[in-house]
């Protein structure tokens, strides 16, 4: 069970994240044979339910990409159980401070790291039943998000829990807990202040930060920034955004007839 983010990260280098709202095996294998290094089901906002995140995992498993969770909130039944149906990455919104931090780590881990219940159903399938558990808790990433003003603020008590991979910054409610418009791909000089004081402080603590974007073009500044893991949109937005850019361009093209 060898998780290819963790070996990305190792090398110095990004990964390149995919993202899945949409509750389809299928758009998970195309995704999934994409180019990404790592792909997300989205249980908070997206369209899925456990039922659709077990079959996008099982359309991505001929791939080379590490299937990963965002959980629909910091609490364990659901957190253990995207671990059994084969998450190697769980990123929990709204992580505020450091106890909820280390809860969310301690529902990531098996003992004596954590309290995960033992029962990796669909999990073991990445090696022997009896060798799963020897390796998950090196393997699985905790990833908390950082979104609001009170987690900024408690940064560095939450970058100090044993266990964290990395961080992974929600944008949208990030500037809309300053009282801006919540978007992904953001500008505002007191937001970029705030990404420079998170890469230095995951510097500092050794752990990889995170973030969604909704281009290419901020993807690759952010990794430039020193982001070492960028979310592309997400299966939705990328589809609707190549679907208006054909229908723009026939109307165009087409000279009034379209």
């Not at 609490?75 to 106890?99: F, H, Q, R, S, W």
């Not at 991979?165 to 970029?192: H, Q, T």
């Amino acid at each position: 069970m060898a998780n290819n983010v963790k070996k990305i990260w190792a090398s110095g280098k990004a990964v390149v994240n995919g993202w899945l709202a949409i509750p389809s095996g299928f758009s998970a294998e195309v995704i999934a044979q994409s180019g990404f290094d790592s792909v997300t089901v989205d249980l908070q906002h997206g369209v899925q339910d456990y039922l659709s995140m077990v079959q996008c995992f099982q359309a991505m498993q001929a791939h080379p990409v590490t299937p990963m969770v965002r959980v629909p909130w910091n609490e364990p039944g659901i957190i253990g159980k995207v671990l059994d149906g084969g998450a190697m990455g769980v990123i929990c919104p709204m992580i505020n401070t450091k106890k909820e931090a280390e809860a969310f780590v301690a529902a990531c881990k098996y003992p004596p790291d954590g309290t995960r219940s033992n029962g990796p159903i669909r999990a073991a399938m990445y090696g022997e039943a009896t060798s799963y558990q020897t390796t998950a808790n090196a393997e699985t990433l905790c990833i908390p998000m950082i979104e609001t003003q009170t987690a900024v603020k408690n940064l560095d008590a939450i970058l100090d829990v044993p266990g964290i991979a990395g961080v992974y910054v929600g944008p949208s409610d990030l500037g809309f807990s300053y009282g801006m418009v919540p978007k992904l791909d953001r500008d505002e000089p007191e937001i970029l202040k705030i990404y420079d004081k998170l890469l230095k402080a995951c510097s500092k603590h050794g752990i990889h930060a995170g973030i969604h974007t909704g281009s290419a073009s901020y993807a690759a500044r952010a990794i430039g920034m020193g982001f070492r893991l960028v979310t592309l949109m997400n299966d939705s937005g990328l589809m609707q955004t190549a679907a208006k850019a054909g229908v723009a361009q026939i109307r165009k093209e087409a000279k009034g007839v379209a």
